[in-house]
């Protein structure tokens, strides 16, 4: 696959994710877990944890924890079927590479495995071809981000990152309740990706994020700082935000730059 040396692990996460993708178009892009189950084999069985693994006699196995909140099930299941996969591709390869990388650093191994296969069930559970609808009709933006949720049923937190991650535009992403609250945050692209927002705290009345007048359906421009958790009100970005109608959320995009259009920016797969 790789003529002059091994794969790094951005090149086997790249590689497992074109085999996702592959592998669903196949199957016709469902998000019908028992059916993509059956395909590969797998049994599925109600248990106290979320863990997929193969049996000693070979047989592969999902245990899916009963208490899974109903709205996480489907993300969760395919999370899971997403290990069996990764285990799979290119006959095992991948999984061997990734192993060689970090020789003796399981935790390492697990960390990244985890964070692949949290990419591959948002791929299974948002498709590229919807995604690329939702770009096309609402840009590079929150709009696009909130339009993928509502079509795909994922939570606003998952299509932030499967909208965010398909593309290489450097961007700090927030996701803020009625309430003020950061809920959840996403750094991604060189230098933005270092400095991490964090969440699970309150911003403060006169952000600009939250201080502003929204119009649903429609985004909002203006600079303001990035807030990060630990302090900090330094770095002033251009912001993209708008508010999501039915849950009165707000979601921030700070940018160095506005994108004009989605062809500036470049697909990472």
Partial sequence: MWDDADPTPREIRAAFLRFVEKFHEEHGYTRNFAALASTLGIRIESASVNKAFVTPDGEPLILLDTDTATSRRLFTILHEIAHHLFWRARDGDLKAYLD???YKQPEVIRSHEEEYCY????????PTRVLQECVCNHTFSPLAVFALAKQTGASHQAAMRRVIYAHDFPVHAVLVSPERQVIDSVSHGQKREKYAVGKDFILEPEHPLVCGSYVPG???RFEAPVPFKGGGRSWKSKVLAALEPSSYRILGFFMDSYPSNTSQMQSLF
Avoid at 119 to 126: G, K, S, T, V, Y
């Fill in 100 to 102: 060689a990388y970090f």
């Fill in 119 to 126: 990419e591959a069930a948002a791929l299974l559970l948002m």
């Fill in 218 to 220: 429609q985004l909002a």
